[in-house]
């Protein structure tokens, strides 16, 4: 067995420590401040095997005999082998083919995601970012983007070229971001939310949002919130509450979670999802649960199709489609019964980072924040379910 060449460092999402990722497996502590962080995949690798020694040509007769017996028996054994594994990859290629069979990460399929627009680069300058970890589009097609540990909130045009930039306030952090219907920005920081206008003047906190950890709003102009106590708020344009779901993961799962999102479709249905778990909870516009799907993608091995290794957003199309961000550098996509339709690997379409916070608009195109860039890819039309 040979070692291959010990590959680059990657940055530690959490502490920003260069770290040398481990010969194996899809995720390792970072042995800095110690947190469990997915390897990026360019960067996984493999020990490689020796290829077996070819078997010569023995006679059957005399003293080659033994040898010959041998070689028919190796025979007989890699013919098995070849009839088990290639059974085996036979059986993953149709789970790529109809993801609900098997245990392999579906392919993405052609023309499915198509990226359209790519912008930024590492900085603390205009049209640069430290960590962009949230995104945002308004009305008008500009592209907000959330400077994670910067207490910046800068804007694009359309075509990602830089307009403007306004702070939240030094040392605070950008933790969520949308654009609201009124053309304001709000801004997740602190276990608050305040609100923006487009030239960035200070307008307020928004009443009632106090302990929010996600946020998005619904197809009424509604505010949904995610509170540290697993509570969902819906709230109206002056602020009041309109909607209580209080133990809105723990009444299902039996237990609360952390790094929470959250994400309303059309209709008013409520999908939540949080980073212990990884399962998507659905509720109804009254609150009620209806259904739950999704699952903890496991650190290492072939993955499983339809789980989640560390989700970092959730938004819901206008087609209903669920797509949920994954630090591992993939994009999980659901129908809203939580049928499992695809994984976008993203490292394919140009992105060698983490991936964090995610957004849509009303033209099909999902947008993705991954520290010092933003994607912008263009999705098919949805498909029957």
């Given amino acids: 067995m ?52 070819t078997a010569g040509t023995s006679s059957l007769v005399g003293k080659g005999c033994i040898w010959g017996i041998l070689a028919l028996v190796g025979t007989a054994l890699l013919a098995v082998l070849i009839l088990v594994f290639g059974g085996y990859y036979a059986f993953l290629g149709a789970a790529r083919r109809n993801p609900m069979l098997g245990t392999a990460v579906a392919d993405v399929t052609s023309g499915f995601a198509r990226q359209v627009l790519v912008f930024g680069s590492k900085g603390t300058g205009p049209g640069t970012f430290a960590s962009a970890r949230s995104v945002a589009v308004d009305a008008k097609g500009n592209i907000l983007v959330g400077d994670y540990g910067d207490d910046r909130v800068q804007t694009f045009d359309p075509s990602g070229k830089y307009i403007s930039t306004f702070s939240i306030g030094a040392g ?17 920081h602190s276990g608050t939310v305040s609100i923006y206008s487009p030239s960035g003047e200070d307008l307020g906190q928004v009443e009632n949002a ?4 996600a946020m998005a709003f619904g197809p009424d102009g509604s505010l949904y919130i995610l509170t540290g106590d697993d509570t969902i708020k819906r709230l109206d344009a002056s602020g009041k509450v309109t909607l209580t779901v209080p133990d809105a993961f723990s009444s299902v799962l039996g237990e609360g979670e952390s790094t929470t999102h959250i994400a309303v479709d059309k209709s008013g249905d409520i999908y939540i999802i949080g980073d212990t778990k990884c ?13 739950q799907f999704g699952g903890k993608a496991r650190s290492s091995g072939p993955a499983v199709p339809g789980t989640v290794f560390n989700p970092s957003g ?57 520290g010092d860039k933003i994607m912008v890819l263009q999705i098919q039309a949805a498909q029957q379910q």
Avoid at 172 to 188: E, F, R, T
Avoid at 210 to 213: L, V
Avoid at 319 to 339: A, H, L, M, P, Q
Wanted: glycine fraction near 8%; charged fraction near 20%; proline fraction near 9%.
């Fill in 279 to 291: 399962i998507v909870l659905k509720y109804s516009p009254q609150g009620k649960y209806l259904l």
């Fill in 210 to 213: 106090r302990g929010a950890e």
């Fill in 172 to 188: 605070d952090n950008v933790d969520a971001l949308l654009a609201g219907p009124d053309g304001k920005a709000y801004v997740g």
């Fill in 2 to 53: 040979t070692t291959p060449t010990p590959p680059a460092t990657f940055n530690c999402p959490h502490c920003g420590a260069p770290i040398q990722p481990k010969l194996k497996g899809r995720s390792m502590k970072c042995p800095f401040c110690e947190a469990t962080v997915p390897i990026p995949k360019e960067l996984r690798t493999y020990p490689s095997e020796k290829a077996p020694a």
């Fill in 314 to 370: 959730l938004v819901v199309d206008d087609y209903g489609r669920v797509f949920i961000s994954d630090w591992n550098t993939d994009v999980e996509v659901f129908y809203s019964n939580g049928k499992y339709i695809q994984s976008i690997d993203a490292v394919t379409l140009g992105f060698t980072t983490l991936v964090y916070g995610i957004n849509s608009d009303a033209h099909g195109r999902i947008f993705l924040a991954a």
